[in-house]
C-alpha cells in the first residue's frame, strides 16, 4: 500500500489478512490480469489456470503446500466471481 503511494485513509474499507492466508491473497493479487473474459461487457468468468499452475510452479513448493495454495486461490477466486457478478 505505502509503496503504491498509498495510505490507509484513502480506503473506504479494510479487511484483515490472516498471516496464513498471504501466500494465496499475494499470489491471487499477481493474477489481476489473467482473468477469462466473456461477453460484450467483458464480465470476469474465472482465472487462466494455466497462468496459475505456471507461476505456481515457480514458486517450487512441495506437493501438499501446492495443492493447498491451489485451493486456497480457487476460493478466492469463487469468492471474487460471486461479489464481481451480484454487484450493481
Known amino acids: 500500500m505505502q509503496a503504491a503511494g ?14 496464513e492466508n498471504w501466500p494465496a491473497w ?3 493479487a499477481e493474477l489481476d ?4 473474459r466473456a461477453g460484450m461487457e467483458g464480465r470476469k468468468t474465472g482465472l487462466m489456470y494455466p497462468v496459475l ?5 515457480r514458486l517450487d513448493l512441495p ?3 501446492w495443492q ?3 485451493d486456497d486461490v480457487r476460493v478466492l477466486e469463487d469468492a471474487a466471481l460471486h461479489t464481481m457478478n451480484t454487484s450493481t
Open 6 to 19: 498509498f495510505a490507509p485513509e484513502d480506503y473506504d474499507e479494510t479487511a484483515d489478512l490472516w498471516p
Open 26 to 28: 499475494r499470489l491471487f
Open 33 to 36: 490480469t489473467q482473468w477469462h
Open 53 to 57: 499452475w505456471a507461476r505456481m510452479e
Open 63 to 65: 506437493p501438499d503446500d
Open 68 to 70: 493447498r495454495l491451489y
